[in-house]
């Protein structure tokens, strides 16, 4: 198993930054991607950002440009730095890491991150 803790979210105000952190522990030897998903209200959940263990990165296109992910793997934690931050970005971000076990992945979800942005 897996277990991930998040943290970094809060209230800012629109042209502002936030950096988001999530550090996993327990069976993380397998791990590949890292990543960011958000969920506003009255939406599915999106990707924002995924980071392979390669150091691949993907992004969705509306925070392209703004937002960076990044990992440190010796510490299996993953980051956001979200720039120039928009109330269409107010969400639950939710951190997500895949393991792959003999071909299979197995996702895992942090308990989320409130991140609030004022106009």
């Known amino acids: 198993q897996v277990q991930l803790v998040e943290s970094g979210g809060g209230l800012v105000q629109a042209g502002g930054s936030l950096r988001l952190s999530c550090a996993a522990s327990?069976?993380?030897?397998?791990?590949?991607?890292m990543g960011w998903y958000r969920q506003a209200p009255g939406k599915q959940r999106e990707l924002v950002a995924t980071i392979s263990i390669a150091g691949s990165t993907n992004y969705a296109d509306s925070v392209k440009g703004r937002f960076t992910i990044s990992r440190d793997n010796a510490k299996m934690t993953v980051y956001l730095q979200m720039n120039s931050l928009n109330p269409e970005d107010t969400a639950v971000y939710y951190c997500?890491?895949?393991?792959?076990?003999?071909?299979?992945?197995?996702?895992?979800w942090g308990q989320g991150t409130q991140v609030t942005v004022s106009s």
């Open positions: 327990g069976s993380t030897s397998s791990i590949n991607t």
């Open positions: 997500n890491v895949i393991r792959v076990i003999r071909g299979t992945l197995l996702h895992y």
